[in-house]
């Protein structure tokens, strides 16, 4: 049995390895820091045809849009293929789709729907997107907030942009935040600079919003992903890593699973989130249905312009103060019981951190938790351990 650790980003930000070219996955660096907490623990790709060492990074599960006659990728077959037993009833053949290397107890799976969406920004899209965020602005910010939203927060950023990462041992060689590869019209030298992240960040988030034909291309892949992994017999439990946009989508898919796949789901760990954006601004919902059965933590950073708390209840406005938890639930996300329709409290904890300070720095050093190993990562591998029973060093 093992325990599957389940990496999801934002659009832009999926990055597959590409060996020959000498690019690396979007998750590798993450791999690489928790290789260094977990070591003998933590398997790697167990696809030879990868053309990569094991360690190098987690196995990547993508999927390709518009469906080509001459793509070799498995797609979501890499975790599985569904069959009826016996009795008629739909299992996971999970023959030629190993995901345990070398037996070791936790495996590392990273999800790739980048090539789900169009190339290129959505013009009508973004245009559409702030006119909402401008309608139902008073929802979630103050005025001294969207004061502080405009000046403060971009002065924060571009500071821990310029600003020199910190010289400790805790750093990279160079950051892992990075917008994927896109030949012809990003630099690779430009891929992790402030102007280049944040146009992505706004492409990504407009997309998911008023795109609903590339939203349901993205949902159906990570829902038949997770589904497949969750129904597999040699899995015992999940924790769902989701990083800025994919917190949203992580979220959508989460309070959708069958009962029988979320009861694997041990730990929710969302970094960098917009949901109270979201929630706020675009009226997506505070319906956390079957979310409500598992731990979720939530780490954010005062200075990343794209996180928020998700603990204070839904008074609560961006500029006002933080009020400090009186308990680890959610006054803003809600969950019912639907037999009798009485409310469900929604485990939640918020984790803040600093990771200009404690990170790699970069285009948009606030936003980069991967990196920040020891407020994200170390925690991290303290969940991994406790879902896989394993000790602490």
């Known amino acids: ?141 103050t005025f001294g907030g969207a004061t502080h939203a405009i000046f403060q927060s971009g002065i924060d950023a571009v500071g821990g942009w310029l600003k020199p990462a910190p010289q400790n041992d805790n750093l990279t060689e160079e950051p892992s935040l990075k917008v994927r590869d896109n030949p012809g019209k990003i630099k690779p030298q430009d891929r992790d600079n402030f102007l280049t992240v944040i146009r992505q960040l706004e492409q990504d988030v407009a997309t998911y919003i008023c795109r609903n034909d590339l939203r ?16 597999r017999p040699d899995v015992d439990k999940v924790i769902i890593n989701a990083h800025s946009q994919g917190t949203v989508l992580a979220f959508d898919i989460l309070r959708q699973l069958p009962p029988m796949a979320m009861d694997k789901v041990a730990v929710f760990v969302t970094a960098g989130s917009p949901l109270r954006k979201y929630a706020d601004l675009f009226y997506w919902g505070e319906n956390a249905s ?44 809600q969950a019912f019981d639907p037999e009798n329709s009485s409310p469900i409290k929604v485990p939640l904890r918020d984790i803040a951190v600093d990771n200009a300070n404690h990170g790699a720095g970069g285009g948009l050093a606030a936003h980069n938790y991967w990196d920040n190993k020891p407020e994200f990562i170390d925690k991290l591998n303290g969940f991994m351990r406790k879902a896989a029973n394993l000790p602490n060093p």
């Open 216 to 231: 349901e291309r993205v949902r159906s892949f990570v829902y038949e992903a997770l589904v497949r992994l969750c129904y």
């Open 290 to 333: 079957c979310i409500s059965s598992t731990q979720w933590i939530n780490f954010w950073d005062q200075k990343d312009p794209v996180a928020d708390p998700l603990v204070p209840d839904k008074s609560w406005r961006y500029g006002d103060p933080v009020p400090e938890p009186t308990s680890e639930y959610s006054d803003l996300f």
């Open 1 to 141: 049995m093992v325990t599957c650790l389940v990496t999801i980003h934002g659009i832009g930000f999926q990055q597959l390895p590409e060996p020959e070219k000498n690019i690396t996955g979007y998750a590798d660096a993450l791999h690489q820091h928790l290789l260094e907490y977990l070591g003998e623990n933590l398997g790697g790709d167990t696809d030879p045809q990868g053309g990569r060492m094991s360690d190098a990074g987690p196995i990547y599960v993508s999927s390709h849009w518009p469906p080509d006659a001459q793509s070799s990728e498995p797609g979501v077959a890499r975790l599985g293929k569904w069959k009826l037993n016996e009795k008629k009833h739909r299992e996971i053949n999970i023959e030629g789709a190993s995901i345990i290397d070398r037996g070791r107890p936790i495996s590392h799976i990273a999800l790739v729907y980048s090539r789900l969406q169009d190339q290129g920004p959505h013009f009508g899209a973004s245009v559409e997107t702030i006119a909402k965020a401008l309608f139902s602005s008073g929802s979630y910010l």
